[in-house]
């Protein structure tokens, strides 16, 4: 099996763009689609990102989701950061059984 | 659209069944559109996959858990149930019942949660 790992906290300022990285420790991170998950304080988890790099409707597009082969990640982005955007994002992926991998999560701060 | 609501007590004792149940509201559970899925979430900690069950009834778990875990559909009340066995303290958790994609394999729609503790 293998394991997704995100940075445990990051923080930035209103206004500017923020990115958060999920590493796959083995296999290949374009083998299986990647999903990211915002949740706020007290709720329960949403979708910003699916398949990689699609947006849900009612997402701002100031959200966006990429992977690259290379660094064996995936990232998510997000511009003109605001005060609502402070939650934690958790990455997700699934192995050849159909098992759900989620990464540790990462506590986003926007200060 | 999708909408889960979740049901189930929020206290458990040691060594007994927890039991949550999920009621669907704008699909079928058996369209086949959907992986009817478990997710928990310990207190302070990240999301964990519990496990799901298909329309056909098929089932997949997470290996640590699967000899505790029965997920199980009513399809005549368009609802899907979780039971863990044998329960401790380490199952102390938030647990959410998720409608996950069956072409993406990523979860569209997530339950409100039930805070689920288990103590004597």
């Known amino acids: 099996n293998f394991m997704l790992t995100q940075p445990h906290s990051v923080s930035e300022s209103p206004g500017k763009t923020q990115t958060i990285s999920c590493t796959r420790s083995?296999?290949?991170?374009?083998?299986?689609?990647v999903h990211w998950y915002q949740q706020r304080p007290g709720s329960a988890p949403t979708t910003v990102i699916y398949?990689?790099?699609?947006?849900p409707s009612g997402v701002p597009d100031r959200f966006s989701g990429s992977i690259d082969s290379s660094s064996n990640s995936a990232s998510l982005t997000i511009s003109g950061l605001r005060t609502e955007d402070e939650a934690d994002y958790y990455c997700?992926?699934?192995?050849?059984?159909?098992?759900?991998?989620f990464g540790g999560g990462t506590k986003l701060t926007v200060l | 659209q999708v909408q889960l609501q979740q049901s189930g007590p929020g206290l458990v004792r040691p060594s007994e069944t927890l039991s949550l149940t999920c009621t669907v509201s704008?699909?079928?559970?058996?369209?086949?559109?959907?992986?009817w899925s478990w997710i928990r979430q310990p207190p302070g900690k990240g999301l964990e996959w519990i496990g799901y069950?298909?329309?056909?009834?098929?089932?997949n778990y997470k290996p640590f858990l699967k000899s505790r875990v029965t997920i199980s559909a009513d399809t005549s009340k368009n609802q899907f149930s979780l039971n863990l066995s044998s329960v401790t303290a380490a199952d102390t958790a938030v647990y959410y019942c998720?409608?996950?994609?069956?072409?993406?394999?990523?979860?569209?729609?997530w339950g409100q949660g039930t805070t689920v503790i288990v103590s004597s």
């Open positions: 069950i298909y329309y056909t009834g098929s089932t």
């Open positions: 998720a409608s996950t994609n069956y072409y993406y394999y990523g979860v569209d729609v």
């Open positions: 083995s296999g290949s991170i374009a083998s299986h689609f």
């Open positions: 704008g699909v079928s559970i058996s369209s086949g559109r959907y992986y």
């Open positions: 398949e990689d790099n699609k947006r």
């Open positions: 997700q992926s699934y192995d050849n059984n159909n098992h759900g991998v």
